[in-house]
């Protein structure tokens, strides 16, 4: 089990900035990837960008060249540093965590944290 605490959401107008943090209750080398979902009113939630423990990470064509996940391994947190933010970014922010213990795949989930973009 993992509990996860994210934080840094609020409201920002279009082309701000805003970095999302997300503590884990555990170490990060102990979970296989980490991911940022998000979800607005009306949609699916959405993955937004996820890492893995050695580092690789992904992003949605949505987000792509305008955020970076990073992973502090000694704060056990994971950041989303989002840039130019549109209104289209607006939602809640969630963060994931995988783990893999043998054959099973354990998931857990922060409580999300709302991203307002106004225009």
């Known amino acids: 089990q993992v509990q996860l605490v994210e934080s840094g959401g609020g409201l920002v107008q279009a082309g701000g900035s805003l970095r999302l943090s997300c503590a884990a209750s555990?170490?990060?080398?102990?979970?296989?990837?980490m991911g940022w979902y998000r979800q607005a009113p009306g949609k699916e939630r959405e993955l937004v960008a996820a890492i893995t423990s050695g580092g690789s990470s992904n992003y949605a064509d949505s987000v792509k060249g305008r955020s970076t996940i990073s992973r502090d391994n000694a704060k056990n947190t994971v950041y989303l540093q989002m840039n130019s933010l549109k209104p289209e970014d607006t939602a809640v922010y969630y963060c994931n965590a995988a783990r893999r213990v043998g054959v099973n795949t354990y998931i857990n989930w922060g409580q999300g944290t709302q991203v307002t973009v106004s225009s």
């Open positions: 555990r170490s990060l080398e102990s979970i296989n990837a």
